[in-house]
C-alpha cells in the first residue's frame, strides 16, 4: 500500500488520534496509508526549514497562517493549479482574510488552502462580573467598556481581574494587542509591506490603550505566561481572560472548573479582531505520483462537512464559510462567528515572521517597564521600546 507523508502541528491533545478519526473513511476509499508525523508548535518553523532545504520528509503540512510570507519566500512551496482550486475552493468559500494568505506576493498565484481558523473569545465569570456591579450586557460591548469592566473588578478585589499574558516573549500578547490598534485605526505594516507603522498617531493610540489596562493589574496578575493565564482561570483565581476557541472544551472537562461551570460566560472581543489559524501546503519536493492523492486529501480536509466534524474534535473553527455558517446556527460558538466575520489577519508579507518575533518580545519588554515604575508614563514606555525597534526594522525591511 503506497504511504502519504503529512504533518500536521499538536491543535489537540491527542493530535494524531483526532487526526485518524477524521481521515479514516478516505484512506480507505483511497487504498493509501497516511502516515501523520505531529510536530510541537515551537518545532515547527525549523522542522519545516529542514523539509526546504533537503527535500525530503513530508509532502503536506500544516502551517500558522502567519507565517506564510516568510514561507514564500523560501521557494518550497508548490502553487496549486487553477483546476485543482477549481476542486477544493476558492476565495468565495473560505474567510476572506484566511485567503488572502494564501495569495501569493505577486497576486498570481494561490499556495496554500485554509484549513481552520483561530479567534480570541472573553472566557468570563458571571458572578464575578455581578459582585463588582457591572452589567454583564454591556460589560464587554465596546474596548471602552472592557476598561470599565477590568476596572470594577479590580476596585472590588479580584485577584486577577483579567488574566492576560504579559511575560515576554508570547505570540498570544501580539494577537491580542492588534485587536486595540486595528479598532483604533491604526495598522503594524503599509498595505505595500514597504513601510513599518509602529509610530503612527492611530497605532500608538490603540496600544496606549491596551497597555493602561496595567492599572488595574495587581502582582498576582502580572508576568503571566499563556499557560497560567488558562490555568488561573480554570482554577477560578481570574475573572476574565482572553483565549481562542479550545478553551470551551477545556471548561467542559475540567475538573477544577466544575464549581464554576454554571457561573462562566463567553463574548466575542469588541472591535475589529484579530483571525488567525493553519493553512495546508504542498512542498515542490513532492514525487509526481503523488499529487493527486495529496490534492484528494486536502479537498477532503477543505469541504465544509470535514471541517465542521473537525471542530467536535478540536476546537478549531473553519475556515470554509458554509461550515461557519453552520457553527453560528448549531454550536455555542455562535458569539464568536460575527466578530470573525468583521476580523483580519496580519498584512501578509514576506518578513512578517522577523516582524512578530521581535513584535512578540517588545510587547513583554513595554509590560515589564509599567510593572517597574510606580506611576509610568505609557506613551514614553511605548516609544522607549518601540521607537529604536521600528527603525532597525525598517532598515531591514528597505534593504531586501
Not at 495598522?187 to 503612527?200: R, V, W
Request: glycine share 6%; charged share 20%; with cysteine.
Amino acid at each position: 500500500m503506497a504511504e502519504l507523508e503529512i504533518s500536521i502541528n499538536n491543535f489537540t491533545n491527542a493530535p494524531e488520534k483526532d487526526f485518524r478519526a477524521l481521515i479514516g473513511p478516505l484512506e480507505e476509499k483511497m487504498g493509501m496509508r497516511i502516515h501523520c508525523n505531529v510536530v510541537d508548535w515551537g518545532d515547527a518553523w525549523t522542522e519545516m526549514m529542514k523539509i526546504v532545504l533537503y527535500k525530503h520528509g513530508p509532502v503536506l503540512s500544516q502551517v500558522g497562517s502567519t507565517w506564510m510570507g516568510s514561507l514564500e519566500s523560501t521557494e518550497g512551496v508548490r502553487p496549486f493549479s487553477s483546476a485543482e482550486i477549481s476542486r477544493i475552493g476558492s476565495a468565495s468559500n473560505f474567510h476572506k482574510g484566511a485567503w488572502q494568505t494564501v495569495i501569493s506576493e505577486s497576486g498570481s498565484q494561490i499556495i496554500g488552502v485554509p484549513w481552520f481558523l483561530d479567534a480570541y473569545m472573553l472566557y468570563y465569570r458571571k458572578d464575578l462580573l455581578e459582585q463588582a456591579g457591572v452589567d454583564e450586557s454591556t460589560a464587554f460591548s465596546s474596548l471602552e467598556n472592557l476598561d470599565e469592566t477590568v476596572k470594577k473588578l479590580h476596585a472590588a478585589g479580584s485577584p486577577i481581574p483579567f488574566a492576560l499574558p504579559t511575560r515576554r516573549s508570547s505570540r498570544a500578547s501580539l494577537h491580542h494587542i492588534a485587536n486595540w490598534v486595528w479598532s483604533y485605526g491604526g495598522d503594524f505594516i503599509s498595505e505595500d509591506g514597504q513601510t513599518l507603522l509602529l509610530s503612527e498617531a492611530k497605532t500608538r493610540q490603540g496600544m496606549k490603550a491596551y497597555f493602561s489596562l496595567h492599572r488595574y493589574l495587581p502582582s498576582t496578575a502580572q508576568d503571566l505566561n499563556d499557560a497560567e493565564c488558562y490555568s488561573t482561570f480554570l482554577q477560578g483565581q481570574a475573572a476574565i481572560t482572553l483565549r481562542n476557541s479550545g478553551m470551551l472544551y477545556a471548561i467542559k472537562d475540567n475538573a477544577e472548573f466544575a464549581p464554576y461551570r454554571d457561573k462562566f460566560g463567553v463574548a466575542a472581543m469588541p472591535g475589529i479582531n484579530f483571525v488567525g489559524g493553519s493553512n495546508l501546503v504542498l512542498w515542490k519536493h513532492i514525487p509526481p505520483q503523488m499529487e493527486r492523492h495529496a490534492i484528494s486529501l486536502i479537498e477532503y480536509l477543505a469541504s465544509p462537512e470535514v471541517q465542521f466534524a473537525h471542530l467536535a474534535r478540536s476546537a478549531a473553527l473553519p475556515a470554509h464559510v458554509d461550515a461557519l455558517e453552520r457553527v453560528r446556527k448549531e454550536t455555542e460558538f455562535a458569539p464568536i462567528v460575527d466578530a470573525i466575520l468583521k476580523g483580519r489577519s496580519f498584512r501578509k508579507f514576506r518578513l512578517w515572521g522577523l516582524v512578530e518575533d521581535k513584535l512578540s518580545v517588545a510587547i513583554g519588554n513595554i509590560w515589564d517597564a509599567l510593572y517597574s515604575k510606580e506611576d509610568p508614563n505609557i506613551e514614553t514606555e511605548i516609544a522607549n521600546v518601540l521607537d529604536p525597534l521600528e527603525h532597525r526594522l525598517q532598515l531591514t525591511i528597505s534593504n531586501i
